[in-house]
């Protein structure tokens, strides 16, 4: 039996009480929900064929720590230790309540004006940099070295490297790890379960005056990153911009100054990742799968299953495929009434292989479904049992659609036509449900704190 380390209560009546209740099972841990430790998930490992992820080997994360590497979290100093410098050494993580990365060694909160540097101000940098005075070229001189400055101080605690064989998983239903970017480099063997990844707040995106014709803001961290990494399970995770939404942001330079990157990407060759009853909310660019068109590096990798996850109020990428072989299944997508900055779910570029099947869309009227699917030179994808609509009730809503059909009668002649035949067909996976009782099943059970 593995031991749970308490605070012992103070007195002898305390100390015989919390006996009792131990041994008749009423009390796993001090300080943790009574339905927190109903069932320990530390050590589960990814059930077979379940996605990508269950492929050569599979996927076990930490299971095989030993005691000395299983350590329950509460601030960024602990996690920073439990994380070993992204060692390969296995270990088990637990998230107990809200960890904020955006703090010192003593705890104490740090704002963007702590990172800030060298005589930064946002004040300065956009009369250094307005384009009307400094053209088209790239941010050069005083204000961009300190504001690579002070963007180096607050990668210093924000960046937290996981590394192979290990498993994080949040305790109970509300545990959450706010204003970090964790990277998963080069890393094999990594399970994420069971937690909030909220805000990944970028204190200083740096000015791009040639990106889209118009310029745009760039930031620099994205909530979860997967960066060469291989066999990772990522499963009932909630990630979104919670706390600081984008669209408060103010306006510079005609844009919107944007301080979140992405969500989840997976680039740099990563492969074999399973992404499952996951929830990706409140956010533009919420998934990237493959780095650049010219990242031939990434040919044969990139494999992604995403299953019974849902998309709400994202804007686009949900997700953006290039090279990879993707299986997107039984997906709840969800665009609110008063979204008018949605631009597609779907995005196929450059030798993707999309699988996407009975995937629910509730999108408003203004919405059609040829605003589903993107493409940037894709040649390919295949879709079945696609249900569209307008909000959908208990008894069922909503229309079959077949989206390849639809894009390519809508395609203006910018891009080619898509085939259907995308070279490969599923073999890893469970029962694919259809996208009705997916819809349900996924509003009811996907995110942090669901697993039952």
């Not at 299971?63 to 509460?74: F, G, I, P, Q």
């Not at 230790?81 to 998230?95: E, M, N, Q, Y």
Request: aromatic share 8%; with cysteine; charged share 25%.
């Amino acid at each position: 039996m593995r031991r749970v380390r308490t605070f012992p209560p103070r007195t002898r009546r305390g100390r015989r009480a919390l006996q009792v209740a131990l041994a008749c099972g009423l009390l796993a841990a001090v300080g943790a929900p009574a339905n927190a430790e109903a069932r320990d998930i530390s050590r589960d490992t990814l059930p077979a064929n379940d996605g990508w992820a269950a492929a050569d080997g599979g996927t076990t994360g930490g299971s095989d720590a030993d005691d000395a590497h299983v350590l329950t979290v509460r601030n960024r100093s602990e996690l920073v230790r439990a994380l070993d410098g992204g060692s390969a050494t296995p270990k088990i993580i637990k998230v107990a309540g809200t960890i904020d990365a955006n703090t010192d060694d003593a705890g104490r909160r740090l704002d963007c004006e702590d990172y800030a540097t060298n005589g930064f101000t946002i004040r300065k940098y956009l009369a250094a940099y307005d384009p009307r005075t400094w053209g088209a070229a790239k941010p050069s001189g005083p204000q961009e070295e300190a504001r690579q400055a002070s963007a180096a101080a607050q990668a210093s605690r924000v960046e937290l490297t996981v590394g192979s064989n290990t498993t994080i998983v949040g305790l109970g239903d509300s545990a959450v790890l706010k204003g970090a970017s964790l990277q998963v480099r080069d890393a094999d063997n990594v399970i994420v379960r069971n937690l909030e990844l909220r805000d990944a707040y970028d204190c200083f995106p740096v000015w791009q005056p040639n990106t889209g014709g118009l310029g745009d803001w760039k930031t620099a961290y994205d909530t979860l990153w997967l960066r060469g990494a291989t066999h990772v399970w990522i499963d009932h995770v909630t990630a979104s911009d919670k706390g600081h939404p984008d669209a408060d942001e103010p306006t510079y330079f005609g844009r919107n100054y944007l301080r979140h990157d992405g969500l989840l990407d997976i680039t740099n060759a990563s492969d074999l990742v399973t992404v499952s009853w996951s929830r990706f909310a409140d956010h533009d660019k919420a998934m990237l799968i493959g780095s650049a068109d010219t990242a031939t590096g990434d040919r044969g990798k990139l494999r992604v299953t995403l299953h019974h996850n849902e998309f709400e109020s994202v804007v686009q990428r949900a997700p953006r495929v290039r090279f990879g072989q993707v299986h997107v299944y039984n997906n709840r997508y969800v665009v609110p009434a008063d979204a008018h900055d949605y631009r597609y779910s779907l995005g196929v570029s450059v030798e993707s292989a999309v699988y996407a099947e009975n995937n629910a869309f509730t999108t408003p009227g203004h919405i059609e479904a040829a605003d589903l699917v993107k493409s940037w030179n894709g040649t390919a994808l295949h879709q079945s049992g696609t249900l569209w609509g307008s909000p959908r009730t208990e008894s069922g809503g909503g229309f079959p659609v077949d989206l390849l059909a639809i894009y390519n009668a809508y395609n203006s002649g910018s891009e080619r036509d898509l085939t259907a035949d995308v070279g490969w067909t599923p073999a890893l996976h469970g029962t694919v449900d259809s996208a009705a009782k997916a819809d349900r099943d996924v509003e009811r059970g996907a995110g942090a704190g669901r697993i039952r």
